[in-house]
T-cell receptor, first 114, second 115 residues
């Protein structure tokens, strides 16, 4: 099956700093990728849709200036958490897929802001 | 938008028994319904999926049923084993091109299989 790789798998950062998370489709081109957030013992919630070559589409309640998404190529989308605070600590996970296939998830990134 | 509700939130069964998890969805246009198994700190793993043109699908010990009229779908696991213990999520999405559609997830069910 298709492979989606996410990096880093975990990161600890200080409050006020920024963190970049990468999501790569390794063996297919992804014009669209999705970013989800999962708080402990909760479900996955869609944050934004990343569109190659254009602006991301954010879900209601997600601050676009805080969660910067860049989809500069057909195989890479990045999510930057700017000025991170402890409440941003969560499991961030991306997904992508081919036409009419299942969604493939990255490994996820555990972000801890201290 | 789509809303997916999932029950129960926790489920404990004895090894060898069956487990059933139920989900309802709100948008009648949704036509793809995957089920995921997620272990702690790991990515969700697709275990089975069903499209709206099918009422039931089975893969060994796992089966999914879909009732489009009632807008609900269920996961059935038979002969449960301790390694089935995990959190299970249902999801729904609408339209074609399913691999490139965002998913709306249910709230999850923590399944515990007692040896």
């Amino acid at each position: 099956g298709a492979v989606v790789s996410q990096h880093p798998s975990w990161v600890i950062c200080k409050s006020g700093t920024s963190v970049k998370i990468e999501c790569r489709s390794l063996d297919f081109q992804a014009t669209t990728m999705f970013w989800y957030r999962q708080f402990p013992k909760q479900s996955l919630m869609l944050m934004a849709t990343s569109n190659e070559g254009s602006k991301a589409t954010y879900e209601q309640g997600v601050e676009k200036d805080k969660f910067l998404i860049n989809h500069a190529s057909l195989t890479l989308s990045t999510l930057t958490v700017t000025s991170a605070h402890p409440e941003d600590s969560s499991f961030y996970i991306c997904s992508a897929g081919r036409r009419n296939t299942e969604a493939f998830f990255g490994q996820g990134t555990r972000l801890t802001v201290v | 938008g789509e809303n997916v509700e999932q029950h129960p939130s926790t489920l404990s069964v004895q090894e060898g028994d069956s487990a059933v998890i139920k989900c309802t969805y709100s948008d009648s246009a949704s036509n793809y319904f995957p089920w995921y198994k997620q272990e702690l700190g790991k990515r969700p793993q697709l275990i089975i999926d069903i499209r709206s043109n099918v009422g039931e699908k089975k893969d060994q010990r796992i089966a999914v049923t879909l009732n489009k009229t009632a807008k609900h779908f269920s996961l059935h696991i038979t002969e449960t084993q301790p390694e089935d213990s995990a959190v299970y999520f249902c999801a729904a999405t609408l339209g074609g091109d399913t691999g490139r559609r965002a998913l709306t997830f249910g709230s999850g069910t923590r399944l515990q299989v007692q040896p």
